[in-house]
């Protein structure tokens, strides 16, 4: 059995995957499985994949699903995983030619405890630079929250899980919802686990014009119920007032778009709540009501 499964979520990427694809058969340890969940692509992906299995290079499991969104792309892919290790790699990135073999490395020789859900590693621009900050060399294991709240590590990292432990985490499908931040999942697996840190540098990233990451304005507008959801998790682990005050007027934005505003106000942090509402209403306003050539021209406005 493989001890790690390279996993990657493919929407029309057939023009990039091949760079991916190159980099796996680069790779100085073959113990990795390959598994790519096409999520009702229209373009050649299938067929393309379909040649590189004919080859049998390396090891391949293709599935084509109908467009559902990354999320649900990854809990399929779960399912068709055998690798101790589960890594998402993203259709438009790829790997140092031994990723493979520094992170089996590291995973044989920490010998974690059933406390840890895996590891941290980080991601890197096409230049070679990391991507924000590193954490302290002193810390060794942590949970994921705490990168960026608690030790001032900025700029996305490169997460790989149990297997098993992320099993256990199967993202919902919101009805007409298409995405779901993937830290929706990470908050609950830091719920029970810690990651460990490998100061390593094995994923090279370009945030492409075409990625998830490059409109969030219109992801917010078209997908309020798994906003809400992860805003409402991460209210939990705001460390400063700050913090939790930008997350409540978000969860109340979005509660506003969903019809449900005032229930927003039961519970707990009702006078944070009270202070937030401004903000809210001015984010509603912004994101849900102002067209984009309106937001775009009051930036030009200001700038002056």
């Known amino acids: 059995m493989e001890l790690l499964t390279i996993f990657t979520p493919a929407y029309n990427r057939a023009y990039i995957l091949p760079q991916l694809y190159n980099s796996l058969l680069k790779q100085t340890d073959t113990r990795f499985e390959w598994v790519i969940v096409d999520d009702g692509s229209k373009d050649n992906t299938e067929e393309l994949v379909g040649s590189w299995i004919a080859e049998g290079k390396i090891k391949i499991i293709f599935k084509k699903q109908e467009n559902q969104g990354k999320h649900i792309a990854i809990n ?13 790699v993203d259709s438009d990135d790829y790997l140092a030619d031994d990723a493979v073999e520094k992170i089996i490395s590291f995973w044989e020789e920490s010998q974690p405890k059933e406390d840890v859900a895996g590891i941290i590693a980080y991601r890197k ?38 297997t098993e432990v992320f099993k256990k985490y199967p993202y919902p499908k919101f009805e007409g919802e298409k995405f779901l931040g993937e830290s929706y999942v990470f908050n609950q697996i830091d719920e029970s686990y810690d990651m460990l840190v490998m100061d390593e540098g094995l994923y090279f990233c370009d ?81 849900f009501v102002l067209k984009r050539s309106d937001v775009k021209a009051f930036a030009e406005t200001q700038a002056k």
């Not at 778009?257 to 509603?284: D, E, I, N």
């Open 125 to 162: 621009f096409l230049n070679g630079n990391i991507i924000g900050t590193k954490l302290p060399l002193e810390i060794k294991q942590c949970k994921m929250w705490e990168m960026a709240s608690k030790y001032q590590s900025s700029g996305d990292k490169a997460p790989i899980f149990r």
């Open 207 to 287: 945030y492409r014009p075409d990625g998830l990451s490059q409109d969030f304005r219109r992801l917010y507008r078209n997908n309020p119920k798994g906003f809400l959801a992860v805003y409402e998790q991460s209210v939990n682990h705001a460390i400063n007032l700050k913090q939790r005050l930008k997350t409540t007027a978000h969860i109340l934005c979005l509660r506003l778009k969903l019809h449900c505003f005032w229930k927003g106000f039961k519970g707990k942090r009702f006078f944070l709540k009270v202070s937030a509402t401004p903000l809210a209403f001015a984010l509603y306003f912004k994101i």
């Open 76 to 88: 399929t892919g779960l399912t068709l995983a055998s690798g101790e290790l589960f890594f998402i």
